[in-house]
Nanobody, 126 residues
């Protein structure tokens, strides 16, 4: 069992930056691939970034590529998402999630993730 708690969301202006953090409690954090998802009102939850067990491989949605950076620190049971050049369309609730497997064909799918945090709100004003 892994519990995930996100933090770092807030209200910012377009062009600003935010850093989201997700701290995991429980066992075997390093045996899980990790992902950040977001869900805007009226829209489906979508994957924005993912990182493999050791942090050597990452994947990004096209909409955030070059602006967002996912990283993890297994010694601290933490995964981060640095978000730069934020846009109003980035407004959403952001969730971190843990998966047992890393595969590019499936790591963007919500069904691949076993554990989810409660989410943190990010609002970007124009």
């Amino acid at each position: 069992q892994v519990q995930l708690v996100e933090s770092g969301g807030g209200l910012v202006q377009a062009g600003d930056s935010l850093r989201l953090s997700c701290i995991a409690s429980g066992r075997d954090f390093s045996s899980h691939a990790m992902g950040w998802f977001r869900q805007a009102p009226g829209k489906e939850r979508e994957n924005v970034a993912a990182v493999n067990f050791g942090g050597s491989k990452t994947h990004y949605a096209d909409s955030v590529k070059g602006r967002f950076t996912i990283s993890r620190d297994n010694a601290k049971n933490a995964v981060y998402q640095q978000m730069n050049s934020l846009k109003p369309e980035d407004t959403a609730v952001y969730y971190c999630a843990a998966a047992y497997e890393w595969a590019l064909a499936t790591i963007t799918k919500t069904a691949s993730y076993i554990y989810w945090g409660q989410g943190t709100q990010v609002t970007v004003s124009s």
